[in-house]
């Protein structure tokens, strides 16, 4: 990728980060922003699948009739002093106490349940948490509490930690993003001694954490519940090796481990490798962004076989270990259960590349594999692609910005074929795939369960819209939900006229990004006329990405009855 097709792909992540709403922002819990962070058009939604699997909160129920969704202060005939028949039912409950929890909850937009206490996003404060910790002798069943993306709480965790102990069932406590200070670590440290069932614990987004983790990993007890840790961007420093791993000497179930995004792990991976080669039970490991280098991949790699109910391995943007997966890919045949493997942007070199060329065809249950921002990927002579074919449960390919050829573009169009179960396909950033998406027409065929392409900045040209359109009018794409073509300002008029023609027979699309590069403006053609038209007959679309287009004031007048009328989020300049 040239000096201008970086700017354009971080103008692009901010685009995608700006239109997304604050809802979207936290479906995934663990990633602090998508501004200028999004590589991808919407894959949260599809990773959402993978996550937390071994600790899932319980849905949050939707009220059964209109009386729980009116607030109590707008509905003046109910009794807040009444318990309902749900309350009635319920063994040993203190029915006041329970009603003071339902109006703690109601003011924050919740419902109250018995088990868990989801304040995630809710602007809570130090007095909030005060009044928390006094409900919680009338929940003592919790087993979840999740009080994330709060960072007015910072400072005023030990208002709460005193209480914890009345919740002996705690088994999931999520405090990510809430600009804990040193003294909250402390208190939060010295309430583990009262929460002995606890299994997951999230602390990431907090940098405080970082040179001050033995605070809290000194009060773990010797063989606790713990089977996931998360300490994304804690900030983790080279001082707190022996405090990190004396925890998971402490953690014989542990199952997940996240240390992403925290640039010292690479420099103490080795004084962790010795604990984490004795946990046997390990299915996730997360080491995005962590320093990682050559050297301590292999030397990582050299316990892989240790762990061999892993399900997913995450080494990505880890740019100084290129070279270290020649030996290492030989070792991924330990993990027979793998499901994601993600090495993106990891510098691979030709050898590495090759490698993973003989390794990869032998990892069946894989689901995801992501390859993106590996130039390599494109230059190998011996084409990874061809492969895939042998992974007959592969959903989800991510090779965006692999400096694709012609020759390496038609491998893997020529496996994906065989590829019945794939829902995301990502090229972006390939101009190769300009002029030849004919090539992909197979694939678009034979998967019937394709819910996520995207094409931004492949250099695409009419005849490859033109592709589309036949697609979509074949009924092809009938599951597909979103779709990006942005940045390709290469299409004529003509075949944007024909994509959107037929884009009324895409009748599942949730998301369309269509936007220019940064810095280019063009009129709307008669195209303009098409789209407006199928977006009509589009009662599931809810993102449209037009910006950089100009548009005339009538135009801009329609889109934007448009996006009142029919709730459609329409974004241009």
């Known amino acids: 990728m040239d000096t201008n097709d970086k700017e354009d792909s971080q103008k692009k992540s901010e ?19 998508t501004k200028g962070k999004n590589e991808l058009f919407s ?21 059964q009739d209109s009386q729980d969704k009116t607030s109590t202060h707008d509905n003046p005939d109910v009794d807040v002093n009444t318990p309902g028949k749900e309350e009635t039912q319920l063994p040993g409950l203190d029915i006041s106490g329970w009603w003071k929890v339902k109006q703690f909850m109601q003011r924050f937009g919740k419902k109250a349940e018995s088990n868990c206490i989801n304040l995630n996003n809710c602007g809570l404060t130090a007095m909030d948490m005060e009044e928390l910790g006094t409900l919680l002798a009338f929940i003592p069943d919790t087993e979840e509490i999740d009080l994330s993306w709060n960072d007015l709480i910072g400072g005023s965790i030990r208002l709460l930690t005193p ?18 200070t040193p003294n909250d670590v402390n208190a939060l440290g010295e309430a583990l001694e009262h929460i002995p069932l606890l299994e997951s614990l999230d602390l990431s987004w907090n940098s405080d954490l970082g040179g001050n983790l033995s605070r809290l990993t000194q009060h773990i007890s010797t063989q606790c519940e713990l089977k996931a840790l998360y300490l994304t961007e804690c900030n983790v420093r080279a001082a707190d090796g022996k405090p990190l791993s004396h925890a998971l000497n402490k953690m014989p179930n542990l199952e997940v481990l996240d240390l992403s995004m925290n640039k ?17 039970s390990l299915s996730v490991l997360k080491l995005h962004g962590t320093g990682l280098q050559q050297e301590t ?32 890919a030989a070792r991924l045949t ?10 993106h942007q990891c510098c691979l070199s030709g050898d590495d590349v090759d490698a993973l060329t003989q390794v990869v065809p032998l990892l069946s249950n894989l689901q995801v594999l992501n390859i993106s921002s590996n130039k390599m990927v494109g230059h190998s002579p011996e084409h990874l ?36 179960d794939l829902e995301i396909l990502d090229l972006s950033w390939n101009k190769c795939i300009g002029g030849n998406l004919k090539l992909l027409l197979d694939t678009l065929k034979t998967a019937t369960k394709l819910q996520s392409l995207m094409l931004s900045s492949c250099d695409l040209v009419t005849q490859d819209l033109a592709v589309l359109a036949s697609a979509a009018q074949a009924g092809y794409l009938d599951s597909l939900q979103h779709l990006d073509l942005a940045y390709n300002d290469t299409i004529a008029d003509e075949g944007w006229a024909l994509f959107f023609e037929s884009l009324y027979a895409i009748n599942n699309i949730t998301e369309l990004d269509v936007s220019l590069r940064p810095g280019s403006t063009r009129d709307c053609g008669a195209w303009v006329i098409h789209l407006l038209s199928s977006m009509l007959k589009l009662p599931k679309l809810k993102e449209l990405g037009m910006q950089r287009w100009v548009l005339s004031a009538a135009e801009q007048q329609q889109l934007e009855r448009i996006n009142k009328e029919s709730m459609i989020h329409i974004y241009f300049e």
């Open 163 to 180: 209480y914890l102990q009345q919740v002996g069932k705690l088994k999931i406590f999520s405090l990510s993003n809430c600009s804990l």
């Open 15 to 33: 685009d995608v980060g700006q239109r997304r709403s604050p809802f979207d922002l936290f479906f995934n819990p663990r990633k602090k922003s």
């Open 264 to 280: 010292d792990i690479g420099s103490i991976i080795r004084t962790l490798i010795d604990e984490l080669k004795t946990k046997s």
């Open 385 to 420: 692609f061809s492969r895939l074919r042998f992974l007959p449960k592969l959903k989800c390919i991510i090779v965006s910005s692999c400096s694709l050829k012609k020759e390496s573009f038609s491998a893997l169009a020529e496996a994906s074929r065989y590829l019945v």
């Open 297 to 328: 991949i292999q030397s990582l790699s050299d316990v892989f076989h240790n762990w061999p109910y892993l399900r997913k391995l995450d080494l990505s943007c880890n740019k100084e270990a290129g070279g270290g997966f020649k030996e290492a």
């Open 43 to 63: 894959m949260n939604r599809f990773f959402k699948a993978f996550e937390r699997e071994t600790e899932k909160a319980p849905k949050e129920k939707e009220p």
């Open 334 to 343: 330990t993990f027979k259960h793998l499901e994601l493997l993600d090495i």
